[in-house]
């Protein structure tokens, strides 16, 4: 039987997502601190755009690093989804029919939302 989350969109999560809503429990420790680190870079690379707007700097440098900072979001993305592939997802198609068709939903609707 699925579980009923806050989303509609949201099958049951297989690495044991709250009753409450939606914190995932049992993430890898050392992929967390990866995202972590990336994302403080990536926060780094945010400020350093702001500081070349506000400078006035050459547009095409402006659009070379937010090109960079494009595709290391789009690597912390990638690290999310492997990692929800790996655990929720793989436990929940497991658990049954109406687990894996919510979380095959699911997957689509991240699919579509990645590719805007």
């Known amino acids: 039987m699925a579980t009923t989350t806050p989303d509609a969109d949201s ?3 297989g690495c044991g ?3 409450e809503g939606r914190k995932a429990h049992g993430v890898d420790p050392d992929i967390k601190a990866g ?3 990336r994302l403080r ?3 780094g690379q945010v400020r350093g755009l702001q500081r070349m707007v506000e400078e006035d700097r050459y547009c095409a440098d402006v659009m070379t690093q937010l090109s960079s900072v494009q595709e290391a979001l789009r690597s912390v993305g990638r690290e999310l989804m492997r990692n929800h592939l790996k655990h929720c997802a793989t436990s929940a198609i497991k658990s049954g029919p109406a687990d894996a068709d919510a979380m095959y939903d699911e997957l689509i609707n991240l699919m579509y939302r990645s590719i805007r």
């Open 11 to 13: 099958a049951h999560c």
């Open 17 to 19: 997502m709250d009753a």
């Open 35 to 37: 995202n972590l680190t």
């Open 41 to 43: 870079r990536i926060e």
